[in-house]
Nanobody, 123 residues
Framework: VQLQASGGGLVQAGGSPRLSCAGS????????FAWFRQAPGKEREFVAA????????YYADSVKGRFTFSRDNAKNTVYLRMDTLKPEDTAVYYC?????????????????WGQGTLVTVSS
C-alpha cells in the first residue's frame, strides 16, 4: 500500500484548493482514510476522517463546514476540498489509511501514510 499526497502550494486566504491522496496496492472501499496536518512548530493534529463502507465522516471543529472529503474510485484517489482557507490552516497535510476501519482521530490508528503536502495560506 502506498499513498501519494499532492495539491499543496501557496494559496490566498479565502481560497479553495483541493488536496489529493492517490493510492496504490489497495481498494478504497476497504479502508478508512484521514487527513492530518502539522503546522510550523506544532504537533500533528487530526483534520478529517471518512469510512467509505458506511459513509461516516468526522471533521475537526476547526475545519467543520469548510473542508470536505470526497473520492474517485476509478482513480483510487481521495480528496480534501478546503474552502475559505485561513492563515491558521497553513500546515503540511498528510493523508493516512486504516485497514481496520476504525476511522478515528488518533495517529496510531492509521497504518499507511503519505509523504505530506505543504499548504501555505497568505493573508
Amino acid at each position: 500500500v502506498q499513498l501519494q499526497a499532492s495539491g499543496g502550494g501557496l494559496v490566498q486566504a479565502g481560497g479553495s484548493p483541493r488536496l489529493s491522496c492517490a493510492g496504490s496496492g489497495f481498494t478504497l472501499g476497504n479502508f478508512a482514510f484521514a487527513w492530518f496536518r502539522q503546522a510550523p512548530g506544532k504537533e500533528r493534529e487530526f483534520v478529517a476522517a471518512r469510512r467509505w463502507s458506511d459513509g461516516n465522516t468526522y471533521y475537526a471543529d476547526s475545519v467543520k463546514g469548510r473542508f470536505t472529503f470526497s473520492r474517485d474510485n476509478a482513480k483510487n484517489t481521495v480528496y480534501l476540498r478546503m474552502d475559505t482557507l485561513k492563515p491558521e490552516d497553513t500546515a503540511v497535510y498528510y493523508c493516512a489509511a486504516d485497514y481496520r476501519l476504525l476511522c478515528g482521530g488518533w495517529e496510531y490508528e492509521y497504518d499507511y501514510w503519505g509523504q505530506g503536502t505543504l499548504v501555505t495560506v497568505s493573508s
